[in-house]
């Protein structure tokens, strides 16, 4: 617990406490898969959000979908919070018990059940992590494109609607979903969807489950869309002289309509914060790291197009990765910018924005967001999955100084303001969680967020899933 | 009203009568836009299915947000049903009055209200029909690709999940609607999504309400994503010695992860039919109708792919259309196929199936349903959007004869059971509608289909909104 924790924004919750009895039933069917050890509780009571709250009561690890309906079962009888963790990376506290309850650990329901290859669908458990499942699909000649940074597993992603560097071109988890086996409150365990690409039967429950942060049941079971490895994959870096020529030659791009698959933006200070932490000796200067799938032939016209339109813009220094070996390691840059961040101020912990504006307005809130930063004073990094309008803003605030972290609030308040009149949403892909729970409210209008009450209400009457997420009922 | 109308399997459900109070109320704020004509009645009464119900009380023709929401806040106080009705082009029964009610005519709100060429966004009145958009489209380089055949509205088209010939590469209504107006029982008028590509902003509720039928509330206006004009399009066609063939083509381009914008069969029948209809002297065998968007490099790389392939099946006669004019002459018989075998048959109606199964398995299916209905002697034809695994069997029955009718109903069950051991889809894109809840239920399972009900009741609590699709309360 650290010095923010007396002062959370969420310390009047409710808690509730588990019964003696449920306890009982737990261990009597876990035995040594109900843990209340004080470590195992402390580390599934935080996530990577900035927050801080006390442990769950308890941890279950399951080990299949059985597992899971007994615990919900059992929960909705003594009106008991059930939290579902998975790889723990939430930014935005999914993952703490607020209410007290038990965590429900996925991470031992990691098997692949069965991979389709001609039918470019895989059915995985939910702790399949997406490292773990595309090392699998290699042999095949097939992956799974949803790339959120982080090595989370596949049932968390669902549940925050994930997406990351690939979503410009294969989509988010909203896309790349086929079907799932939901545990739910009120009837046990379901199936939704099939194996078929598309269908029209019934209202779409798929879509309901995945993004719902999991307040309304438990991801055990996931069907997914897979895709042919590209018959070539070329990765680009390429360096301009301001980040609004950056964003620019990326809104230029998506308005032409060529399929990049991947299209990322790091500012100066992620730049730096990689080149320390990696060793990368990148020029030091806002960035664009790109990828190019297709036949060969494809590629090479992509590549030319977008040289083009980078040039410009006073693009320079166009590098090409084509070996796996080199564009592993710019990817690999790529995704340790949190982390490469974070440490160069030590101690620190990271308040970060994610909001997604309509592509032609991201230069102007970009722009606006570090013009904004940069008068406090305050340590940030900026990156984006900018072909999508996705960018986030990390703050790197000192626990130990409240108004750090007020600052931080203060300027993520004025970016969702921003990118609301610019008819974009408060997350794009971190979902709401704890913190975002005002600005759904700001973007959705009440009486959207009325009708996502009355879903709640109707799916988990007790209000055991995952309480004091999204909203509060 | 046929023959059939006094037998009809949902002729026992509850009919709930319009009080006169609440006719006044309607005849008082629509003036003559409140029609009790019979004539006007009838054609509101019924669709494209084989299905005859008695009228609708009175047709409310619509012409903005706040007349819809007046409606339904009415028929809410009264519990009285409410039926949105657009081009009614329906296939399985939607805008059918079966508990009676008002019809919601929402053909006058068609205006397209803002298209934003730098975002590939557009906003229109759920009364704007794919054509109508399309043309207005035209002049800024854009199109938008869903394609149900039909010139539906875009709130129907959003209201049944709609997909057809374009879904395999830009996918369906669920991927291309950004945002929505609702009007709500509960809670009035609200909006759904926004502008942003991704969101990950609460409960998905523009996907729940994309594919509901009607059932949940009435959709006002649409926020969908474009896409640029392809800088090339080709178009093919190409003839196989037999069904078969051409499917397992299918499934092999599908296989390699090629962008194939549309890929189409029509089997013997639909082709001698849209000869007659057409006058098109095609050659009297399978075919696939095919389509290619990108660069014109990429267009040809595409198209030399596919022959490669198709010749390995079979396939001969490849020929090509690269003019908008020879392109829309075979879109054009496409889309006619389903008029030109209802004519094949003069005073027929036809019943028709629209399963979708993983891909590998579409070959199986269409050859073991061809067989079933060959050996039954009814008039039938295939159309599939076969890179999708959805295909569509006509079976053409005289009304007069309702041993064809059974006869048609039996071939679709087995063919739906077939499907759902396929572990594909009762419907790919037309919807339950009334003929197929039982399919649902096996499809789905109790225990999903309840949590649709739960739904439901929630966001409906008095039924009006169509009652009577997708499932009974």
Known sequence: MNAATPTEFFSNMPSRLMPEAMLERLQGRFGERCSTALPVRQQ????????????????????DNEDVAFVVALAHEHHVPVIPFGAGSSLEGHLLAVQGGVSLDMTRMNRILRINTEDLTVTVQAGVTRNQLNNELRHEGLFFPIDPGADATLGGMAATRASGTNAVRYGTMRE?????????????????????????????LTRLYVGSEGTLGVVCELTLKLYPLPEAVSAAICFFPSIDEAVKTTIQIIQTGLPIARCELLDINSVRAVNLHDKLGLREAPMLLMEFHGSPASVAEQAQIVQDVA?????????????????????????????????TRPGCRCVTTDTCVPISRLAEIINASVLDVEATGLPYFVVGHVGDGNFHVGYLVDPQVPSERATAEALS???VE?????????????????????????????????????????LDPHNIMNPGKIFEL
């Open 176 to 204: 790349n979903v086929l079907g799932l086996t939901m545990v739910t409150p009120t009837d046990g365990a379901i199936h939704t969807g099939s194996r078929a690409r598309k269908s029209s039967a019934g209202y779409d």
């Open 413 to 415: 308040q004025r970016m």
């Open 311 to 343: 040039r410009d813009h006073g693009g320079e220094d166009f590098d090409w990765a084509t070996t796996p070996e080199s564009r592993n390691k710019l990817w690999k840059a790529r995704h340790s910018v949190y982390f490469a961040c974070l440490q």
């Open 418 to 458: 921003h990118a609301l009149r610019l008819e974009g949403t408060c997350t794009g892909e971190h979902g709401i969680g704890l913190h975002k729970q005002a600005f759904l409210i700001e973007e959705a209008g009440v009486g959207a967020v009325a009708v996502m009450r009355l879903l709640k209400q109707a």
């Open 44 to 63: 599934h009571g935080r996530d990577e959000s900035p927050f801080d709250a006390p442990p769950p009561a308890a941890v279950i690890f399951a080990q």
